[in-house]
């Protein structure tokens, strides 16, 4: 284990703490890069997505492009912050943050403060101004099962006494997005769990036992609703009602096919003059893909495998086993979205309602995302170098 406090006295000093040295490092340029790029990409998309709905339902075709770039600057501030403090008072504060995540998912619920929108209720404020608590729950039980599992140590190998009760929290957290209904954003919590799970050194088996008495809960949770059972059967054959509950991965495949190699040009999509629905946000990949081609697709889908790689590398680096697991955690958390996204536009995974991190219209999402990214580039900042002594 790590000597936490001499590690923090000497935090920004690069002196030698144990068998390892620690430096303050520059910022992770690939990360950054990686990031600002998808960053970029998405505010043109979202622009060029949203347009036609833009000037039909407000008269302005920037105006969802303008609400985003509001978001960016919030998000921005955000990350700032999260890049410059202490990264360890995270874990001090972690049972707070998973308390308040869970008080806020509750007051979805709530008259007067729960929004509903097309028959869910996924929203918290007014009209004009609205964030989604599930989004920012995925990122408080990141940092609570970071902050576990850093000093869990061995006892994660047992499903009794270190595996089982980290679920409790995940489930309370699943069922209270199931209810909003999300089915998407609470598969994401458990696949994030899992992922943080699976690299604390919990047994395969475990995990796999786990997930198979979930299997019958969602069995029934997808039985037991009409559009969920319509979204699966749309999945094994969406050709089969074309124009009806499967037609959202049907528009999703044609925007794609008809993009090509090159794709049809920026701008030019005829998928987003309402063929395609939630075309700026689910289903802005399939716009995407239809301007900019396969080649589009590609460098995006490479963007996002850089953005794990070097999350990847900045966790193997990380001072603390809760710096190891933060970053991870929010790694995961992005670039699992970010696959299931794709994966539902290109007909891999059926329709789960979720945004494509970066790219897709949505304040919440994106705040919440940068917010990661800084905490892994927090990370980085106090990467440790073996240094022989």
């Known amino acids: 284990m790590h000597n936490t406090a001499a590690l923090r006295a000497n935090r920004g000093t690069g002196r030698k703490t144990g068998l390892r040295s620690y430096v303050a490092a520059p910022l992770d340029v690939w990360l950054f890069t990686s990031v600002a790029a998808l960053v970029a990409i998405g505010l043109v998309m979202v622009f060029s997505a949203s347009s036609a709905t833009a000037y039909a339902e407000h008269g302005d075709v920037a105006y969802y492009l303008k609400r985003q770039l509001i978001w960016l600057v919030v998000a921005l501030g955000g990350a700032y912050l999260c890049y410059r403090i202490d990264y360890q008072r995270l874990r001090r504060a972690a049972p707070y943050l998973l308390v308040a995540a869970m008080v806020a998912l509750t007051l979805v619920f709530v008259p007067h403060i729960g929004l509903g929108v097309n028959g869910g209720r996924r929203w918290i404020g ?29 006892r994660i190998t047992s499903l ?55 299997v019958p809960f969602a069995v029934l949770t997808v039985l037991a609703s009409p559009y969920r059972r319509a979204r699966v059967f749309a999945f094994v054959d969406p050709w089969k009602d074309p124009l009806n509950t499967g037609f959202h991965i049907v ?22 003059f309402f063929y395609l629905p939630e075309q700026y946000t689910d289903f802005i990949f399939s716009v995407l893909g239809e301007e900019l081609g396969l080649i589009g697709t590609l460098v995006v889908v490479a963007l996002f495998v850089t953005l794990a790689y070097r999350t990847i590398k900045i966790a193997l680096a990380a001072p603390d086993r809760f710096g190891f697991f933060l970053a991870i955690g929010c790694g995961a958390m992005i670039t699992i979205q970010a696959f299931v996204n794709i994966g539902v536009v290109s007909s891999s995974w059926p329709v789960t309602g979720v945004p494509l991190p970066f790219i897709s219209f949505g304040g919440s999402s994106l705040v919440v995302n940068l917010l990661a990214i800084a905490l892994i580039a927090n990370v980085g900042r106090h990467r440790r170098v073996h240094a022989a002594l």
């Open 126 to 154: 007014t009209a004009g101004l609205s964030l989604e608590p599930s989004e920012f729950s995925k990122l408080a039980l990141v940092i609570y099962l970071s902050a576990v599992l850093s000093s869990r140590g061995e």
């Open 251 to 272: 528009q999703s495949l044609l925007a794609l096919g008809s993009g090509g190699i090159f794709g049809v040009g920026l701008g030019a999509s005829r998928a987003k």
């Open 160 to 214: 009794g006494r270190g595996l089982f009760p980290l679920f409790v929290p995940v489930a309370i957290m699943g069922v209270l997005v199931l209810k909003e209904p999300d089915m998407g954003t609470a598969s994401l919590l458990f696949f994030t769990a899992f992922a943080l799970l699976f690299a604390a050194g919990a047994r395969v088996i475990h995990l796999a036992a786990i997930a198979l008495t979930t």
